[in-house]
């Protein structure tokens, strides 16, 4: 398992949750099926919530293309079959309503 450097729009989901005042801990790169590697951007695994950030919805990102969109429309599959939440996120999102997603996360860990 590698280490990689988070995404700037991970790391504004992140900013966000932390200047809201929020003090649920949330786990980052979480592997929530470690036989295909695959993990969540963020996760509160006592709630099964998680957020996924999708960046380069603009710029031909991974998740727009077809074999990465496939690969993440299975991921999600799986996780909802595990029973988890996840809540996915565009890099727009995140920069113009921050806020907003974080109000996402914390119904869906009510």
């Known amino acids: 398992m590698t280490?990689?450097?988070p995404s700037s729009r991970e790391i504004a989901f992140r900013t966000a949750w932390v200047f809201s005042g929020l003090s649920l801990p949330f786990r980052?790169?979480?592997y929530f099926d470690i036989s295909r590697q695959w993990r969540f951007d963020f996760a509160w695994p006592e709630?099964?919530?998680?957020v996924e950030v999708h960046g380069g919805e603009f710029s031909g990102g991974r998740h727009n293309r077809g074999v990465g969109l496939r690969g993440d429309c299975e991921k999600m599959r799986a996780a909802q079959l595990k029973g988890w939440i996840v809540l996915p996120f565009v890099?727009?999102?995140l920069d113009k309503r921050p806020v907003q997603c974080c109000?996402?996360?914390i119904r869906a860990l009510r």
Request: hydrophobic share 25%.
């Open 3 to 5: 280490t990689r450097q």
């Open 47 to 50: 709630y099964r919530v998680a």
């Open 28 to 30: 980052e790169q979480f």
């Open 103 to 105: 109000e996402d996360v």
């Open 91 to 93: 890099g727009t999102d």
